[in-house]
């Protein structure tokens, strides 16, 4: 069963410290990582695509990569802003039978304290 | 601002009642997603449309149907409405129906059962 596992749930930080959010999954052929921002009542905010391994991508204080069974989402001197929960998803070829669909992990809250 | 748009915003309603929940796509997206968010069970995807046509289904009860029209703009239909079904709903358009990209998200719709 395609799956995807997030770690830490929770992370507080201290602003200026960085870290790194986890997204482990395990799918039937990976058409596609994603990493979304959300904000609490909001809807999720799209961030990165990831599709092979040894892909990196970046915007601002974040950098998100991938791996065979895993991706990191990096967050370099983090700011109170950045406090929000970050999911992850996956797109799989064989979810539901089709494509497009996503599979979202629960996600890790952030909070970064000044 | 994501450009897709979703109509109330909250809605309480009782056991038993039925409501209806609308959505309107990014300009030019043809593939409309229905989610449902819940505290323990995270982002689960309910269904997807694809400029008009029925795509794919994943979690979504009997009780609960969509449609998208004409226009684009998607409709999701929820029944016989029991306490589990409060939850965060979203909808989420993308600009084509298979080996798309990212999603983009709306603000979603509050349901309260009580």
């Known amino acids: 069963e395609d799956q995807v596992t997030q770690s830490p749930e929770a992370l507080r930080l201290q602003e200026g410290e960085s870290s790194s959010l986890n997204c482990s999954y395990t799918v039937s052929g990976l058409r596609g990582l994603f990493w979304y921002r959300q904000d609490p009542g909001k809807g999720p905010e799209f961030l990165f695509t990831l599709y092979s391994a040894g892909e990196e991508k970046e915007k601002e204080r974040l950098k998100a990569t991938l791996t065979k069974k895993e991706s990191f989402l990096h967050i370099t001197a983090p700011k109170p802003e950045d406090s929000a929960t970050y999911l992850c998803?996956?797109?799989?070829?064989?979810?539901?039978?089709?494509?497009?669909?996503?599979?979202f992990g629960k996600g890790t809250k952030l909070s970064v304290k000044p | 601002d994501s450009g897709v748009t979703q109509t109330p915003k909250h809605l309480i309603t009782a056991t038993g009642q039925r409501v209806t929940l609308r959505c309107s796509p990014r300009?030019?997206?043809?593939?409309v997603y229905w989610y449902q968010q819940s505290l323990d069970q995270g982002l689960q995807f309910l269904i997807q449309y694809y400029n008009g046509e029925e795509r794919a289904k994943g979690n979504i009860l009997e009780r609960f149907s969509a449609q998208q029209f004409p226009d684009l703009h998607s409709e999701l239909n929820l029944s016989s409405l029991e306490l589990g079904d409060s939850a965060l709903y979203f909808c989420a358009s993308s600009p084509t129906g298979s080996l798309a990209g990212e999603q983009y998200f709306g603000p979603g719709t509050r349901l309260t059962v009580t």
């Open positions: 300009s030019g997206d043809l593939s």
């Open positions: 998803a996956v797109r799989s070829a064989d979810y539901g039978g089709s494509q497009g669909n996503l599979i």
